[in-house]
Antibody, heavy 130, light 113 residues
């Protein structure tokens, strides 16, 4: 079964740090680009970050650039999100999600303008408060 | 304020047809970038509903369909059922944004009367 399981959330003070993990199983993790998406309480989905399959390329939303770092360990089938200088507005449920790319005739490629998420984890909650 | 605009809420009776709009601009949907749709049932993670404007992943009922025209996209749900009550989000790419360019709509809450 294809599965993503996030962990590492919790309560942290403003200015603090936290590292989220996302354990992948049931598919060849090293072949897929991955995303982090967050959802503040009662609010909508907001894209946070993306990483390519070998970890050599990353991108971030402006709101987290310079504070968050996405990374992956393909040997451990795990995606990470290192979050530093946390603010109250970072309080949210954080989801990791798989990006299947653009697939035709069984061949999948990635394009900078064609991102979507076909598998999502259940999320981990981050609360930033004093 | 989301780059992609969705109505905050829509409603319909069981068996009816409802549509949810997703309005963008010339830097996202209007530029030809594809639109994807997600369903989020209460208290759960989002689930992919439509990708590439109108494609359904396996397991998604054909009661759900997507379309795109100009600077807008739409999600249609026919034969409305009680279990369709959820939040729905559109997602696309915006070339005017710095960073990754991935954008979501603000979400639409569907109420089945």
């Amino acid at each position: 079964e294809v599965q993503l399981v996030e962990s590492g959330g919790g309560l942290v003070q403003p200015g603090g740090s936290l590292r989220l993990s996302c354990a992948a199983s049931g598919f060849t993790f090293s072949s897929y680009w991955m995303h982090w998406v967050r959802q503040a309480p009662g609010k909508g989905l907001v894209w946070v970050s993306r990483i390519n399959s070998d970890g050599s390329s990353t991108s971030y939303a402006d709101s987290v650039k310079g504070r968050f770092t996405i990374s992956r360990d393909n040997a451990k089938n795990t995606l990470y999100l290192q979050m530093n200088s946390l603010r109250a507005e970072d309080t949210a449920v954080y989801y990791c999600a798989r990006d299947p790319g653009y697939c035709t005739n069984g061949v999948c490629r990635y394009y900078y303008y064609y991102y979507y998420m076909d598998v999502w984890g259940k999320g981990t909650t981050v609360t930033v408060s004093s | 304020q989301s780059v992609l605009t969705q109505p905050p809420s829509v409603s319909g009776a069981p068996g009816q047809r409802v549509t949810i709009s997703c309005t963008g601009s010339s830097s996202n949907i209007g530029a030809g970038y594809d639109v994807h749709w997600y369903q989020q049932l209460p208290g759960t993670a989002p689930k992919l509903l439509i990708y590439g404007n109108s494609n359904r992943p396996s397991g998604v009922p054909d009661r759900f369909s997507g379309s795109k025209s100009g600077t807008s996209a739409s999600l249609a749900i026919t034969g409305l059922q009680a279990e369709d009550e959820a939040d729905y989000y559109c997602q696309s790419y915006d070339s005017s944004l710095r960073g990754g360019g991935v954008v979501f709509g603000g979400g639409t809450k569907l109420t089945v009367l």
